[in-house]
């Protein structure tokens, strides 16, 4: 069992940064893909940054290319969400998740993910 608390959220100017953590607990942090979604007011939840288990395959949406890094610290089992030249539209509230992909294309998609943090607000000023 894993469970996942979110933090790092809040208000930002246009152009400006945030770093989420997701601090975990459970024996099973250090062997679990980990990811972060997104979801916007009347929109769906999205896949934003991936990472396995060992933090040695990443995978990001590509709207975030180049912007937001994730990436993890196993010793203090938390994951990040290093999120440089922010936009308004990438407001949202934002979701730590752990799970097991099989394949890459399996971190992209919710239902791999078995565990869920509650969120944490992210938004963007113009």
């Known amino acids: 069992q894993v469970q996942l608390v979110e933090s790092g959220g809040g208000l930002v100017q246009a152009g400006g940064s945030l770093r989420l953590s997701c601090a975990a607990s459970?024996?099973?942090?250090?062997?679990?893909?980990m990811a972060w979604f997104r979801q916007a007011p009347g929109k769906e939840r999205e896949f934003v940054a991936g990472?396995?288990?060992?933090?040695?395959?990443?995978y990001s949406a590509d709207f975030v290319k180049g912007r937001f890094t994730i990436s993890r610290d196993v010793a203090k089992n938390t994951v990040y969400l290093q999120m440089n030249s922010l936009k308004p539209e990438d407001t949202a509230v934002y979701y730590c998740?752990?799970?097991?992909?099989?394949?890459?294309?399996?971190?992209?998609?919710?239902?791999?993910?078995?565990?869920w943090g509650q969120g944490t607000q992210v938004t963007v000023s113009p």
């Open positions: 998740a752990a799970g097991s992909p099989y394949s890459a294309s399996r971190y992209y998609r919710m239902e791999t993910y078995d565990h």
């Open positions: 459970g024996r099973t942090f250090s062997s679990s893909a």
């Open positions: 990472i396995s288990w060992s933090g040695g395959h990443t």
